[in-house]
């Protein structure tokens, strides 16, 4: 079973998709992505303003949220998607700003390129940013590639005793609309560091 689990691949990252994702895929703001989809499922996305559903805000409206709170600004200074990119998966952090690690793909000639990035040009990641496949990753190889290139333990042990389990699970939140297991496999990868699960 957890074999199958971890072989499990998307058959697709591109092509037609369901609105919700669509636009989870899209938005890069922590916030604006969660109000969306609190809005679909409410069935009042009518209500929501258009400039609230582009990929990016501008840089004035960006300042105002920011300066609303500054946890606002989460997801929001991530690099821009090129043509025919899509975001696969993200982690949130609960820091002051809420930081935003994510995973983009892209079609090439042959297969998929992908590539991590943070909202600090690549400050907070490692060089195994980028890598290629010819068909979409299993969920094993994404959590692979993913915490390869951003040390999602790391950050979390820095800010937690190795007793307090508790805060550190609370602590970020993972999100993928093509990988329905990717949050469980991320949270199993952080509990295996904490002394009290090992042996």
Same mark, same amino acid.
Request: aromatic share 4%; proline share 7%; net charge negative.
């Given at each position: 079973m957890i074999r199958q689990i971890m072989s499990f691949r998307p058959r697709t990252y591109f092509g037609p998709l369901p609105l919700?994702?669509?636009l989870k895929s899209s938005i890069k703001g922590a916030d604006r992505r969660a109000l969306v989809t609190h809005a679909i499922g +409410?069935?009042?996305?009518? !209500?929501i303003p258009? &400039?609230?559903?582009?990929?990016?805000?501008?840089?004035?409206?960006?300042?105002?949220?920011? +300066?609303?709170?500054?946890? !606002?600004?989460?997801? &929001?200074y991530l690099p821009d998607r090129q043509a025919m990119e899509v975001e696969i998966a993200r982690?949130?952090?609960d820091s002051t700003t809420q930081d935003v690690t994510s995973v983009y793909a892209r079609r090439i000639e042959g297969g998929i390129a992908y590539r991590v990035v943070d909202e600090y040009e690549g400050d907070t990641l490692t060089d195994?940013?980028?890598m290629q496949s010819e068909l979409?990753?299993?969920?094993?190889?994404l959590g692979i590639f993913f915490l390869g290139a951003w040390n999602l333990i790391a950050v979390v042990r820095d800010n937690f005793e190795d007793d307090d389990e508790e805060g550190a699970m609370s602590f970020f939140s993972v999100e993928s609309a093509f990988y329905p297991r990717l949050e469980s496999l991320i949270r199993g990868r952080v509990?295996?560091?904490?002394?009290?699960?090992?042996g």
């Open positions: 919700e994702t669509h +409410s069935g009042q996305l009518a !209500q258009t &400039e609230l559903l582009q990929p990016s805000l501008s840089e004035e409206d960006r300042e105002a949220a920011g +300066s609303n709170h500054p946890s !606002q600004m989460g997801g &929001e982690i949130t952090i195994d940013t980028e979409p990753l299993t969920l094993a190889e509990l295996d560091s904490f002394p009290s699960n090992w």
